[in-house]
């Protein structure tokens, strides 16, 4: 039984019951969560602003800088993480309050410039849909003049990085990163942030079999939000789903030829936990650096709860300024 001290949230969670709905779409409770507006005026230590990447898929990025920076009349430029939210691709959003909060102290506590992506949901709109808009949002940094880019962001210290679904997010996304380099110069990515990533596969893993029934996330709803995101058709060892099938992805090879770095976190009352830990002996074997940071706790627990959040920053910190240098 999970310790009290990692009792699970209390809120409207939409993973535990899953209702599919005529027209290809799902009900989702989670929107009744509450949402953050951007405050471009910083009332916090962070300033944020919206700005629309692509306006006939409705996907648009949130801006966050540390408000220090914008008080410096010659502001140090600070490495970048673009950041993918979490919800199985299909519940949430970029503006869904737990989330903007994780990414304004991560600004703030990292010393980083976020950008965090709006991109489609399934079953709406299923993978590669939001790889995809990944890619649309790196093109969009590679070329624009955003006043805010230009003045806070170095783009030689560009990280892709995201929680659960998002984790996954940045993983694939990295890989196609990775393939197509020199074309996304003068942008220079040097690493992967992967928090509580969401990985699975056919074969059960210990700690799906341990945690199937996790009051936050049991396995039948990750089933279940891969049956939703995943192409037609397809298995869960499609590489989408499971990182690890048929030897890993050969784009892992120009990860390792780049210098990558990949920071993977993990929680070991997670029933995903085993799936990172594969993610993490997949990437070594092929010779990428990685650091590692796993605990006890729930799936992304430093989203639902700051006050476990500040371990995780500091690793998070201290891996991107290690990842910089090199």
């Not at 929107?31 to 306006?55: F, H, I, M, W, Y």
């Not at 309050?97 to 600004?107: E, G, K, R, S, Y």
Request: hydrophobic residues 40%; glycine residues 6%; contains cysteine.
């Amino acid at each position: 039984m999970a310790s009290q001290r990692f009792a699970r949230p209390i809120f409207d969670n939409p993973f535990l019951k899953i209702q599919e709905l005529p027209g290809n779409t799902v009900k989702r409770n989670s929107e009744s969560l509450k949402q953050a507006n951007c405050d471009p005026k910083g009332t916090s230590l962070v300033v944020t602003r919206d700005v629309d990447l692509d306006t006939t898929k409705n996907t648009w990025l949130r801006l966050y800088v540390p408000r220090r920076l914008t008080k410096n009349p010659t502001p140090k430029k600070l490495p970048l993480i673009m950041y993918y939210h979490g919800g199985g691709f299909v519940y949430f959003h970029a503006n869904t309050f737990i989330f903007d909060v994780f990414c304004q102290a991560l600004a703030e506590r990292v010393g980083a410039m976020v950008i965090s992506l709006e991109y489609r949901l399934a079953p709406e709109h299923r993978l590669p849909a939001a790889y995809d808009d990944a890619m649309d949002g790196l093109e969009w940094l590679k070329s624009t003049k955003d006043e805010w880019v230009c003045n806070y962001a170095d783009l030689s210290k560009v990280f892709l990085g995201g929680t659960s679904s998002g984790g996954n997010l940045a993983y694939n996304a990295g890989l196609r990163a990775a393939a197509m380099a020199k074309e996304l110069e003068p942008i220079k990515i040097k690493g992967l942030i992967l928090h509580h990533p969401f990985f699975s596969g056919k074969n059960r893993t210990e700690s799906e079999e341990k945690q199937k029934d996790d009051q936050l996330l049991p396995l039948h709803a990750v089933d279940k939000m891969f049956d939703l995101c995943l192409p037609k058709g397809v298995d869960h060892d499609h590489e989408y789903c499971n990182p690890w099938a048929n030897g890993g992805s050969k784009h892992l090879d120009d990860m390792k030829e780049l210098g990558w770095k990949v920071f993977v976190s993990g929680a070991c009352e997670d029933p995903l936990v085993d799936a990172a830990r594969g993610c993490v002996r997949l990437m070594e074997e092929k010779g990428i650096k990685v650091f590692k940071f796993f605990r006890d706790g729930y799936h992304a627990m430093e989203v639902f709860d700051q006050s476990m959040a500040a371990a995780l920053y500091d690793a998070a910190k201290d891996f991107v300024y290690a990842a910089s240098r090199t």
